[in-house]
């Protein structure tokens, strides 16, 4: 199903300024972006498009309220730098399973300066050496990386608890 029809069922009737959820995951974007979402979603607070086969940021709506962005699962590679624009107000990020390879596409989010949680599961970057610690010192904003913290405690609240890894 396409992101824009799917936007409409996820609607169910109410008007987009009323929506504080909203979950697209599985649905098919064209072309990799994001479409039929725009700032009409002023209440949006968490905003869902895991697997949507999404490979740019770039038509993400202004989304001031959003707090929760969860983007497991697509192709996207960077851009990140919109996310600090468009969703100021960010405190979790879940970038698992995407195509992010290095420091410099992450530092994009030096910005996000609420951002408290961020994922990147499964990416490459995951793979350099000194990982963690490159990426606690260069997003000093954030508290858990993967889902634990600098001390290897794991983030309190959290609903992914199927993945032991």
Known sequence: MEMKKRINL???NRAPEEVTELVLDNCLCVNGEIEGLNDTFKKLEFLSMANVELSSLARLPSLNKLRKLELSDNII???LEVLAEKCPNLTY???SGNKIKDLSTV???QN???LKSLD????????????RESIFELLQQITYLDGFDQ?????PDSE???DEG
């Open 112 to 114: 996000l300066k609420n």
């Open 107 to 109: 530092e994009a989010l």
């Open 151 to 155: 001390d290897d405690n794991e983030a």
């Open 120 to 131: 990147l599961f499964n990416c490459e970057i995951t793979n350099l050496e000194d990982y």
């Open 160 to 162: 992914e608890e199927d």
């Open 77 to 79: 590679s960077g851009g």
């Open 93 to 95: 990020l879940n970038l």
């Open 10 to 12: 996820e609607l169910r």
